[in-house]
């Protein structure tokens, strides 16, 4: 079993900065075990894949929209996994949720996903 909790959301402006925070609460398995994503919707938009990690952190992907700007790591000591991200644009405006993956091969598919945080809003004011 595998609980995720978002923080670090907030408002910031066009250009800012924020990084947020996926804290794992796992059972039965060590959270390397699993890969992490982020994904976002906002208001009338279907949930979109933002960035993966492997369980190791090897490996990470981005979607094209974010690449170059948003950074994933995940720190396995603390069972945390983070999204740094800079450059923000309105656009980047949604809630941000991040999901586990019972595999340690990252995914861009949300349907590959089998554990789900209640996520964070993000709010980027032009």
């Known amino acids: 079993q595998v609980q995720l909790v978002e923080s670090g959301g907030g408002l910031v402006q066009a250009g800012g900065s924020l990084r947020l925070s996926c804290a794992c609460a796992?059972?039965?398995?060590?959270?390397?075990?699993?890969?992490i994503g982020w994904f976002r919707q906002a208001p009338g938009e279907e949930r979109e894949f933002v960035a993966g990690?492997?369980?190791?952190?090897?490996?990470?992907y981005y979607a094209d929209s974010v690449k170059g700007r948003f950074t994933i790591s995940r720190d396995n000591a603390r069972n945390t996994v983070y999204l740094q991200m800079n450059s923000l644009k309105p656009e980047d405006t949604a809630v941000y949720y991040c999901?586990?993956?019972?595999?340690?091969?990252?995914?861009?598919?949300?349907?590959?996903?089998?554990?789900w945080g209640q996520g964070t809003q993000v709010t980027v004011s032009s």
């Open positions: 990690i492997s369980g190791s952190g090897l490996f990470t």
């Open positions: 999901a586990a993956k019972r595999t340690a091969s990252a995914s861009m598919s949300l349907s590959d996903y089998d554990y």
């Open positions: 796992v059972s039965g398995r060590t959270v390397s075990s699993y890969a």
